[in-house]
């Protein structure tokens, strides 16, 4: 299933939690971000690709992936989406069909 954009309902197997970002004032004149669940929901996960990029030089892997969750209208790139160990950083998200039935998160695993 390329992308799974051929998911189907039946197909949302992994149990995952959508996080937004909280920020909140650190006292200094800077910000401290917390994750705040916002719910734990059914979902499809699907690696899609795999490079490496220079950073700070040396070599680090990025894993890129295709989140596919029952629409919903409050998800934003920014969020992070949980699933067991894995964190995934949302880029974007598309309405896959245009009806709002099926959100595709566009995401890149953080590493830790």
């Not at 937004?20 to 996960?45: H, I, K, N």
């Amino acid at each position: 299933m390329s992308a799974g954009h051929k998911a189907g309902i039946a197909d949302l197997r992994a149990r995952v939690a959508l996080q937004a970002p909280q920020e909140s004032d650190d006292g200094s004149g800077g910000v401290t971000v917390a994750w705040a669940d916002v719910a734990t929901v059914w979902a499809f996960v699907e690696p899609q690709s795999a490079r490496e990029q220079a950073v700070s030089g040396h070599l680090d892997g990025v894993v890129t992936h295709a989140v596919i969750l029952r629409y919903r209208d409050d998800v934003r790139g920014g969020w992070r989406i949980v699933s067991g160990e894995q964190i995934f950083r949302v880029l974007a998200t598309h309405d896959l069909d245009g009806r709002a039935r099926r959100l595709l998160c566009r995401c890149e695993e953080e590493r830790r």
